[in-house]
């Protein structure tokens, strides 16, 4: 049975960082997409980073970049995601999720396999 569950969510401050994490249990992060998304009330969910198979290639949405960093632990079979300079609109509910496909991929329906979710509140 695959699990994926998040952790590492919380309330900061504008400006101030947090780092989520995702155990993977049921399937290998070193042999899958993995990917990490968020959803404000109200709107829909979005793409925010995905790491390929390899680990040697991160995509990221433009909204993030320079700001948070994927990345996994193959021996804890961990997926991190790590935000620094965070700003209010980065409030959302964070998911981490598996892509059935081999390269790199943004969109949610190309992902198959879903945490429940950690909340990160940001406040200015």
């Known amino acids: 049975q695959v699990q994926l569950v998040e952790s590492g969510g919380g309330l900061v401050q504008a400006g101030g960082s947090l780092r989520l994490s995702c155990t993977v249990s049921g399937l290998t992060v070193r042999s899958n997409v993995m990917g990490w998304f968020r959803q404000a009330p109200g709107k829909e969910r979005e793409f925010v980073a995905a790491?390929?198979?390899?680990?040697?290639?991160?995509d990221y949405a433009d909204s993030v970049k320079g700001r948070f960093t994927i990345s996994r632990d193959n021996a804890k079979n961990t997926v991190y995601l790590q935000m620094n300079k965070l700003k209010p609109e980065d409030t959302a509910v964070y998911y981490c999720?598996?892509?059935?496909?081999?390269?790199?991929?943004?969109?949610?329906?190309?992902?198959?396999?879903w945490g429940r979710g950690t909340q990160v509140t940001v406040s200015s």
């Open positions: 790491i390929s198979r390899s680990g040697d290639t991160t």
């Open positions: 999720a598996r892509s059935y496909y081999s390269s790199s991929r943004t969109a949610p329906e190309d992902y198959n396999y």
